[in-house]
């Protein structure tokens, strides 16, 4: 190819010096964008956000608490064909956690209200705070906002700053000081509460980033919440009426409005959102899930999981923890167009590790 271009223009005419070096840069590569070509320049690579310490070696779906150790494990692998990790971190005293993958830090509670933030997947926890009533946490689906709060009267409150400035600040409280049954956080500061009411109903109390309080729904019983990712939206769940709701604007004038009913939901003890604001992934007490079309351009779609749920949290923002570990498989949900996916994970074997599918 070399010899071609060499006798192909040695036979011509010697063009003239400008010419030339046109010709000669275009040979080596060399010339710039022209005005109307198709080139374009390679993207630079952009500085990475996250810390070592967030960077998974592998694909994975997160981090998931191993009450039987006292640990928590890394689910690694896509789902479908994933497996648990040796712990990442052990503690007997603590009894809950939520983990951010993407932003590679775990909060952890112990049962005497003691809150801490560990690094992963091996960084040393450190304390953050104490409150005698704290018993549950929540997080936001980025990780950089979440809130502490327990089923006693204790104001929750909402930490920001994750994870390297954590902040702790006490959520506005109403005055009827009611217990807590649940709870969630959104990436803009936006905060959901349910009380429980001495009637048996429960009343979902609406923060605002800014610390206005209102009240803009009340349940037969309280069947799980979530906030849509990157947005002042939540979804709520009557776990009685089997009735779903969305309260938007929640950072300005909350208002809710019914979002579907009748539709497969039966007794919810729990909801998500897809990252990607698509879905909600709901599950029944009775081991039935739902997937709702958050644009409304698809039915409801169900699928029955040999299980019976005892907890619905995100682990990879499409993939929902329906169980816990134990002596039988983790099993999990994952939106996707034709309906939820039921899947699982094999349980970790007495070696420490998870067992591969």
Known sequence: MHNFLRVSLLSRPIPSPCVATVILLLLCGCAGRTPGSNFSPAPVPSSPTSTP??????PGLGYVWDRTIHGLRQVEGVAGSAYFSAPALTDTSVTTTVTSSELGYALLLDAKGNLSLALLPTGTPRPLGSQNGWTSLAISSTGNEALVFGASSDAPQIITGLPQKPVLQPLGFSSSQLPIVGAAVG?????????QNGDGTVSIQAYSAQG???SPLKLAAF???AFVPGTDTAIVADGNANSVYQI???NTAAAATPLNTGSGISHPI?????????????A??????????LTGAQPPASAQCNCTPTTVQSMDGAAVQLTQIGAGPVWIMQAAAKGPRILFVPAPTSSGAGGQP
């Not at 310490?53 to 592998?58: D, L």
């Not at 039935?288 to 079309?293: F, I, K």
């Open 223 to 225: 069947g799980g919440a």
């Open 248 to 250: 938007a604007s929640i």
């Open 187 to 195: 990436d803009t500061g936006a905060v959901l509460t349910a009380s």
């Open 212 to 214: 206005a309080e209102t």
């Open 270 to 282: 729990g909801l998500e959102v897809t990252s990607d604001r698509h879905w909600v992934l709901l």
């Open 284 to 293: 029944n007490a009775q081991g039935n899930v739902l997937q709702l079309d």
């Open 53 to 58: 310490q967030s960077q998974m070696a592998a």
